[in-house]
């Protein structure tokens, strides 16, 4: 005969939930960016996080005092967004398999079809998982899917120009541990993870790719052998390596036999388009 919670949830025109939880008197909200709406370019920060909440507030269902949740309040969950100008995503995309530093420990697959890719490493507990996604912001903001956002905001050509060669880099954090570590805060109030100077994003681009400070020069008698087994392959490094576990001892060391087909492939794509180095985009 008691109530134990409240709960609504919505995912048009922006995703939101929040539920009054009695048994362990709290409050859980769950937003994205879209809440803002016309003022959706400039993400959630610690300049709009009072808009946020008041957008919550017009809806009528509850009255959140908003005060009391900015200065006592603890982030369990976010993403960590940036937006990058850049006209051309398949290079980014194609950039992103040969830089792997290591095939058995990061994995990628296509996001939303071909509109992006996911970065994630194998891990076994949420505080070590990373998940990154990169896509065209553009053409998931002219989906089916945000008719309704687009329709809700007085100012959606602006919002569409706006995001128009705009290349979205978007990490999951699952765990507080990952959020104060990531982040590098001390803890997990609202504003201080609004206010983290910290770049996550570029960090794990550190760890789940590498860059060599390769340069362009005529190609070997070796390079051409490389050049086989990469075009065997169909260009794709992490079947390279695959074929090379095959042929080789478990004693060797992988990082290094995979080198020279990594220094041949970025060859080859240099000779066709300027060689890009993702994290230069996100420093």
């Known amino acids: 005969g008691n109530i134990l919670y409240y ?11 929040f539920m009054i ?11 994205t ?50 937006d990058v100008e850049f006209d051309c995503i398949d290079r980014i995309l194609k950039n992103i398999r040969p830089n792997i530093v290591n095939h058995n420990k990061w994995k990628d697959k296509p996001y939303r079809g071909k509109e992006g890719i996911v970065l994630g490493n194998i891990a076994k507990t949420p505080k070590h998982k990373k998940r ?9 903001l002219n989906s089916a899917d945000n008719k309704e956002f687009l329709l809700a905001c ?17 990490l999951n954090l699952n765990t507080m541990e990952q959020i104060r570590l990531l982040l590098n805060i001390p803890n997990n109030s609202l504003m201080s993870v609004l206010n983290s100077c910290g770049n996550p994003i570029l960090s794990v681009i550190d760890e789940a790719l590498v860059y060599s400070d390769f340069q362009e020069s005529p190609m070997t008698l070796r390079d051409y052998e490389h050049s086989l087994l990469l075009k065997e392959c169909n260009y794709d490094l992490s079947a390279v ?39 230069e985009l996100i420093a």
């Open 7 to 17: 709960k609504y949830k919505q995912d048009k025109p922006y995703n939101l939930l």
């Open 21 to 31: 939880n009695y048994e362990h008197n709290e409050l859980v909200l769950e937003f």
């Open 33 to 82: 960016g879209k809440i803002l709406l016309d003022k959706y370019p400039n993400l959630i920060n610690q300049n709009n996080i009072k808009d946020c909440l008041s957008q919550i507030n017009k809806l009528g269902l509850c009255y959140l005092d908003i005060d009391a949740i900015i200065h006592n309040s603890e982030v369990v969950k976010c993403d960590v967004t940036k």
């Open 132 to 140: 990154l996604i990169i896509y065209d912001k553009a053409k998931e």
């Open 154 to 170: 007085t100012n959606s050509e602006e919002i569409l120009l706006y995001f128009k060669n705009k290349i979205r880099f978007e």
């Open 241 to 279: 390596e695959a074929k090379i576990r095959t042929l080789v001892s478990k004693n060797t060391c992988i990082k290094r036999v995979m080198q020279p087909y990594k220094e041949v492939y970025a060859q080859i794509q240099a000779s066709s388009c300027q060689r890009l180095n993702i994290r």
